[in-house]
């Protein structure tokens, strides 16, 4: 049996991938898709820990978790979309209509 | 199988206090029907507004009958205490507002409008639940239904660039936010084996008291509850999750960002108040502070930290804006900041504190953007410039805001002083505790702050009553009398509250009880 | 001129307080912590370790794929990726059921939903990307700050444990769960799912040439 300590280990490295991922990325769709990096990082988390304690509430929030991701990602993409249609770019910096004057 | 039946039994039982939340749903659903009738006639948007106060009005019906003993609700999901009434009161309120700002006016076509009111339906749903919440799943899944339909209707205007930008960037911001949340839960509940909020204090003493390395599990602690104030924090715009904010306000059709200024905010702070102050308060916290509880962090005071520099942040950046949609968006962080200070004194005082304020803030700043929606069908614009001379073209709306600006300041006569005054008491009532010095730095930043926000007010007051017209006014539109209605109503309320406060005190003390399973 | 000096005094700033972040966290929590750190206990490496690891490195160079990328489907194949290593890692916790749901969901929905945004926006993989705010620097900044607070409480925290079952279906369990005790979440979550999807709709249709 591997430890639960690499799963958590191998979670918390997803989530600061995908935590800097966010954070240095400027196309909305890949800083969507860290999201998603960072919410994998949570399920493995909470799996890791379902199993250590023999706890299956841990698989019903991972469940839950991965049916909101869905819903977060179409709600996104159609954002994508809508913004795409308008100005015909989704990078982050091109999208700058609102922001302090001067 | 026994056990499983008991579960059963205890949905089955939970769904008579369930009930308004039962009507907002088939509302929510009804609604999304309704929207598929009276195409193309005159009087659309008059009865999509009377279906959606219907909705409402038999939510509030049910939530007047429904028992009043505190409780625990589909096994231990959600509770029904006197501390969720009240704030389902506060967001039927904003809803019903929003619901006859909206209706008269130019924001919604009448062909989307059905839209718009189904979502806030299902918005009201998931604010309802975040202040019931006490599990932590169910924090997560309220704030995500909250923040899913907010990200909607925040980018609802067709082709308009600002509206499609504000969508984005509140989604991404969003989407980070709830996800750092959810992992500093998943290490919530790898310690303490539980996401029932009522137990979390129970296990973390059991643990200290395990005998386990104290450092280490104090580290978990301390970074789990850090992670899990971000997701709270993003939704009550707190600096340094408040990037979103006036970029979303700006962006956001007018009658939705003044809902999204005050439900969410408030349904933020009502999660806040459970996690914070409800459950990780034992009965020793009351002097030692909630902060012992959790990792031996002075909790209290890194929430008074947050406090001075939201309410700082807010007030020295909305100084600059010219854009009245921005002022108030920054206004509202600040204001954001004068609440957490009710958190920080963590104690019943600060709670019914917080909850006068919020009941105030409501009317005064929903009244607030009803005047911006006024001016912007008027002129087409939300500058300051067109604020000019206000007082000649429409005395009711000039009044009307200076009344709410001057109570968001928080100047004697109106209700937004009798909230700042309980606020400060709050926290004054600290100083001759433990750590009294800093709480009573915490009110003087305060009072300074709230020094700060009265220019920027007055600014706006001075270009309606004093400064001359920028431009020749064009030939206004005839305001809607259901404008005319909601501006004296609330100025009136404001006026009124502010003289005669008792109501507001008997009501607030009586919802304390926090049910703490 | 002047936003240069600010820019540079936010770098600077920003610099001090990440520096001063891993210090203090280094000396008051890190440090005790680890003091106390029981050692993980020693496997030999069997089928299932090394399993783990091919895994664990595939996720991890798929999630870096993501992240570090300049190109966008090479970004979404380094999703899929990692999606699918961390879908096999749950079958390793017992966690048939969520495997499933991973595949079927995640890698059947969701990335299929970011492949179709990929190839209607196409334009954007012609953006170049490097011209970030807080840029490649300031992420790695901050993963150098974030890392160690995260890996000490991943490895020092003396997790409970309490020996793992053997494998077992969970599909039936968690069935059950979610019409028990997770009841009001499962109809929530039904409700989320409603609201976004008439919301996506709303948000993303063509505007109606009516009105």
Known sequence: ?102 | ?517 | MTQTTGKLLGWILGTALAIGFVVVMGQLAIGPAAQSMVPAPATSAGLTEVLFYVLAGVTIAGAAGVALSHNILYSAIGLLMALLGAGSLYVFLSADFLAVAQLLIYIGGVLVLVLFAVMLTNRITEITVSNTSLGLWGGLMLFVAVAPVLLAVALVTPWATITPAAAAHTTETIGDALLSRWLLPFEVASLVLLASLVGAVAIARKEIKAD
Not at chain 1, 68 to 80: M, N
Not at chain 2, 144 to 173: M, N
Not at chain 2, 425 to 438: E, I, K, Q, S, T
Request: with cysteine; proline share 5%.
């Open chain 1, 1 to 102: 049996m591997v430890p639960v300590q690499w799963y958590l280990l191998l979670a918390a490295v997803l989530f600061g991938v995908g935590l800097v991922g966010v954070l240095i990325k400027r196309n909305a769709l890949i800083v969507m898709m860290c999201i998603e990096l960072m919410l994998n990082a949570a399920n493995l988390t909470f799996l890791a820990f379902a199993r250590q304690q023999g706890n299956i509430g841990g698989h019903a929030i991972a469940f839950f978790v991965i049916a909101v991701a869905a819903a977060e990602a179409a709600v996104g993409l159609a954002i994508v979309i809508a913004i795409y249609r308008t100005t015909g770019s989704v990078n982050v910096d091109d999208v700058r209509e609102l922001r302090e004057e001067g």
């Open chain 2, 1 to 517: 199988m026994t056990n499983l039946l008991s579960l059963v039994d205890v949905n089955l039982a939970s769904a008579a206090s369930f009930r308004p939340e039962l009507a907002l749903t088939f509302g929510t659903m009804a609604m999304f029907i309704l929207d598929l009738f009276w195409k193309n006639h005159p009087a659309r948007p008059a009865r999509l507004a009377t279906g959606a106060l219907l909705v409402l009005g038999v939510a509030a019906a049910l939530l007047v009958s429904q028992p009043t003993a505190p409780g625990s609700l589909f096994n231990g999901m959600i509770a029904t205490d006197g501390f969720a009434t009240f704030f389902k009161w506060l967001f039927l309120l904003a809803a019903g507002l929003t619901v006859l700002i909206s209706a008269p006016g130019k924001d919604f076509p009448p062909a989307r409008l059905g839209e718009f009111y189904a979502l806030l339906m299902a918005m009201v749903l998931g604010l309802f639940l975040m202040a019931s919440a006490t599990d932590l799943l169910m924090v997560y899944l309220s704030i995500e239904l909250v923040s899913l339909v907010s990200y909607v209707l925040a980018g609802f205007k067709k082709g308009d660039r600002r509206a499609a930008e504000a969508s984005l960037k509140y989604v991404i911001y969003g989407g980070v936010a709830s996800g750092v949340m959810l992992f500093g839960m998943s290490y919530l509940f790898g310690l303490l084996g539980t996401t029932s909020i009522g137990q979390l204090a129970g296990r973390i003493q059991h643990l200290q008291a395990s005998g386990l390395p104290a450092a280490a599990t104090k580290l978990t602690l301390v970074v789990a509850m850090v992670l899990i104030t971000a997701g709270v924090g993003y939704k009550i715009a707190a600096v340094p999750w408040h990037m979103w904010c006036p970029d979303v306000y700006e962006g956001a059709p007018t009658p939705f960002t003044a809902f999204l200024s005050v439900g969410p905010k408030a349904a933020g702070f009502a999660v806040a108040l459970r996690l914070f102050y409800g459950a990780l308060s034992g009965p020793s916290a009351v002097t030692a502070g909630f902060g012992e509880a959790v990792g031996g962090l002075p909790w209290p005071a890194i929430i008074g930290v947050m406090s001075v520099a939201t309410m700082t942040l807010g007030n020295l950046t909305a100084l600059a804006q010219t854009n009245l949609k921005r002022l108030l968006a920054y206004s509202s962080i600040a204001h954001a900041g004068y609440l957490l200070m009710g958190l920080s004194a963590a104690s019943d005082r600060g709670v019914q504190a917080i909850m006068i304020y919020l009941l105030i803030y409501v009317v005064m700043n929903l009244g607030s953007f009803l005047v911006v929606i006024l001016v912007a069908e008027a002129t087409g614009s939300e500058s300051i410039l067109d604020y000019r001379g206000l007082a000649k073209r429409h005395p009711l709306a000039a009044t009307a805001f200076a009344v709410f600006l001057f109570s968001l300041t928080g100047i004697p006569p109106f209700a937004g002083f009798v909230g700042k005054w309980y606020l400060f008491v709050a926290v004054l009532d600290r100083v001759p505790g433990p750590g009294g010095n800093w709480y009573a730095v915490l009110a003087i930043i305060g009072a300074l702050n709230s020094a700060v926000s009265l220019y920027y007010y007055v600014r706006v007051v001075r270009a309606m009553f004093i400064d001359q017209p920028y431009a020749e006014p064009r030939q206004a539109p005839a305001t809607p009398l259901m404008y005319q209605l909601l501006l004296s109503a609330s100025a009136v309320a404001v006026l009124v509250f502010g003289l005669w406060w008792t109501p507001m005190i008997d009501w607030t003390s009586a919802s304390l009880q926090i049910f703490k399973g």
